[in-house]
């Protein structure tokens, strides 16, 4: 817990909870290859208090959507006294703001000051609008981007115009308003979905961003939840965006290597490392059938792209 008792901050004004705005000092996570991005209501104070003991390898503490435009401020004050007191967390603490030119801002601003190890803009669409956020961040803060909009899926190979520009997530209810697409459309079989699924983690991944699966927004529907991790892990995802922990706990599993999967790419990359010693570099092993480095690539990569460091 961040705070033994959180009763005070339930009522303060917001003058007051300026004044507990503290400068920070924290020992971050190290994660730089999440499976689990965990949204989080500042406004609800029990589940902010917690942000320093959560499974999520990311924390969104989210300032656009589910905040009313009346409890922004609130919003704002409360993920800054709480960020600015946290010594240490399990996750990278990252800070969703509202678009840039609707007070996303004067937000960037006023959390340069607590250093979240992110900040995440709503509804990116042109490279423009990432320079104008990178403009506003301080230094030590990188960038995720949200994409919400057809045009931030037109421009999305070339939003990453900075090496501190770092993830993107997909935003799918609000892509599919974008696109004049109806909600219904967001099933498993779905091709469509299945497309949008495909071009945004390709163009992620030419742009050199971590791209983070949709939020899926039945959180009791584990079942379902599941699912769609493992379509998108088969995609080639290593990340979802959550809704609470449960999602998290079952993000985390699937994204996961399995205890198999870990022995065939330890196993394919110490032999690899050993005939490469010897000048071979294709040869036949009776566990795995012939192996070369096309397959200790792939060993390596499957390594680096399932462990969270």
Known sequence: MVFEDITPFETMDEATLEKHIVTPDRRKAQISRPHSAMMLNPLKLKHLNAIDNLDADIVVVNLEDGVAPAMKRR???????????????????VVRVNPIDEGGAEEIKYLNRVLPDSIRVAKIRTPDDVRKALALLAPEIVLHLSIETREALENLSRLRISDR??????????????????????????????????????????????????????????????????????MGYTCKSCLGPKQVEIANEVFSLTPEQKERAEYIKKRFEEMAAQNVTGFMDEKYGFIDEPLYKDALLTLEKFSVK
């Open 165 to 234: 520009v770092e993830c993107a997530s997909l935003g799918v209810m609000d892509m599919l308003n974008s696109l004049g697409l109806p909600h219904a459309l967001l099933h498993l079989q779905n091709p469509t979905v299945h497309y949008l699924l495909t071009r945004f983690l390709f163009d992620c991944r030419i742009a050199g961003m971590y791209p983070i699966g949709f939020t899926w927004q039945e959180y009791h529907d584990s079942e379902t939840f599941r699912a769609w991790c493992a379509l998108e892990r088969e």
């Open 75 to 93: 919003a704002l004050l409360l993920a800054a006294v709480f960020i600015s007191h946290l010594k240490e967390s399990r996750s990278r603490i």
